[in-house]
């Protein structure tokens, strides 16, 4: 399928929603069922209300490819969905709510810093964070609440990872601030009436104080770490020193605070549903403590370690796959464009269903079953093009997915090697929610029946 055609352009089904609401309590509940729905129904292209917005989505493996070609980065930018975050925040811009040159400034300064080179032969270090997390908040015979316990776990990793600092304290202040921001300025499924819960502001106010302090420190210690040493936010603080107008003075509460908010959510469901599907199925579990077991019997840890983790890895890969945080992207059409013979109007909100093809049969023969093989040579499923699109499509695919990729594998298979676990009832069926991340409920537990190792 070419993306511009030259026939006349089609006229674009709308999806049948209720008076008022449209879609909006579709997809609420479930976006990756709705979106997977309307695709079949209308095919590519197709509009959908949500409450007192109309927006056109184009979805499948054409759309996207399509966020990856050039036509697709002139055609569609970032910049309205972040709009409101950037405001709130008294800020000039954000990484990823910036578009063409001033992103690919921003995105080239960051790229190190978010880079795998950034958890290079800082394995040891992550598994003494994880061990000493799991020691604290997964005591043999206690009830974890899965998902609350991933984002402290997270926190803690690219805190001290990303950060050098780990604001434990600060984890609640974050996951508030974190909540309002996406569901009431950015995804905008809650009223902005929110933000004037002082619950809210203390959050909001606690996090400007993280990183103001933060920003002070770093001040102070600039240039005293060699640059091939330096760790992402000493990167950002020599840029705002050296290069003002990359990092004003008032972006940098955002971007010094940034990693928190890019991996709290996205990590933390997506490591909680991974628990979840990996209990769920004992065959999988036995193919990563047999793995986990050799890998942590061996003394610390290398870089190729994690080579040596493939069932978790592709454990990992087919949580993702099935239970994506980014279900779909959303962005605003900067021009008049034809996507599958439809015509797309400037300044359209367009949803990009980009994770559509994880849920079809084409792509992955038994959409709804966790198989972890699919990955494996030969069949490996995920690189039909525009087949697999966890991270994103196109200028935005998240920055941190290699280092991501490296933290979950060695800290799940951590996790097992050490704790042996099982959901509240051998039926239990996972609760989900969907705002402000698709993700596991927050009353998702699992039970520490005893310690490993
Ligand atoms: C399961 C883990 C993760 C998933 C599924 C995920 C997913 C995504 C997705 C879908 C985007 C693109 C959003 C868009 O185009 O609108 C994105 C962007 C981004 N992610 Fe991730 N992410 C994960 C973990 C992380 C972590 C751990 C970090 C950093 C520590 C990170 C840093 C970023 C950054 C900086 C961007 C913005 C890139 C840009 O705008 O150029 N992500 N992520």
């Not at 070419?2 to 089609?10: F, G, L, Q, S």
């Not at 050098?164 to 950015?186: Q, S």
């Not at 090697?417 to 698709?438: G, V």
Request: hydrophobic content about 40%; some cysteine; glycine content about 8%.
């Amino acid at each position: 399928m070419t993306v511009t055609d030259e026939a006349p352009a089609r006229t674009t089904p709308a999806v049948k929603g209720l008076p008022v609401l449209g879609s909006a309590l579709e997809m609420g509940r479930d976006p990756a069922a709705f979106l997977v729905k309307a695709y079949r129904e209308h095919g590519p292209v197709f509009r959908m209300k949500l409450l007192n917005k109309t927006c056109t989505v184009i979805a499948g493996a054409d759309a996207a490819n399509f966020m990856n070609s050039r036509e697709g980065r002139e055609c569609l930018r970032s910049k309205e969905f972040w709009q409101g975050m950037v405001d709130e925040y008294g800020a000039t811009r954000t990484l990823t709510g910036e578009d063409g040159e001033s992103h690919r400034e921003l995105r080239e300064l960051m790229r190190r810093g978010y880079s795998r080179d950034a958890i290079k032969g800082r394995g040891p270090e992550l598994i003494e964070i994880t061990d000493r997390v799991l020691e604290r908040d997964w005591k043999a015979g206690s009830t974890v609440p899965v998902v609350q316990a991933m984002q402290y776990l997270v926190t803690e990793q690219l805190g001290e990872l990303l950060t050098g600092n780990a604001p434990r304290e600060h984890v609640p202040d974050i996951r508030l601030l974190t909540l309002y921001v996406l569901n009431v300025l950015v995804t905008r499924q809650r009223p902005r009436v929110l933000l004037a819960n002082p619950r809210y502001k203390r959050a909001k106010a606690r996090v400007f104080e993280l990183g103001e302090r933060m920003a002070a420190e770093l001040k102070a210690r600039a240039g005293q770490t060699p640059p091939e040493r330096r760790i992402l936010v000493e990167d950002l603080i020599d840029a705002h020193l050296n290069r003002p107008g990359l990092v004003p003075q008032e972006d940098l509460v955002m971007t010094l605070t940034g990693p928190y908010v890019a991996g709290l959510d996205t990590v933390a469901n997506t490591t909680a549903a991974f628990l979840y599907a990996v209990l769920k199925h004992p065959e999988v579990l036995a193919r990563i403590r047999a793995e986990a077991d050799a890998v942590f019997s061996g003394g610390p840890i290398s870089d190729d370690d994690v080579r040596r983790l493939p069932a978790t890895r592709y454990a990992l890969m087919e949580t993702m796959r099935l239970y994506p945080v980014a279900v779909a992207l959303i962005r605003t059409a900067t021009r008049d464009f034809t996507f599958a013979g439809h015509t797309i109007k400037q300044g359209e909100m367009v949803y990009i269903g980009t994770t559509v093809p994880h849920f079809m049969q084409e792509y992955f023969p038994e959409p709804a079953k966790f198989d972890i093989t699919r990955y494996e040579k030969p069949r490996a499923e995920h690189l039909q093009p525009g087949a697999y699109s966890p991270y994103g499509r196109g200028p935005h695919t998240c920055l941190g997915k290699s280092f991501a990729d490296v933290q979950m594998a060695l800290s799940m298979a951590r996790l097992l090697h050490r704790l042996d676990l099982e959901l509240e009832s051998p039926d239990y069926t996972l609760a989900t929610k969907t705002a402000p991340t698709p993700g596991p409920a927050m009353s998702f537990k699992v039970r520490v029946k005893g310690l490993r190792n």
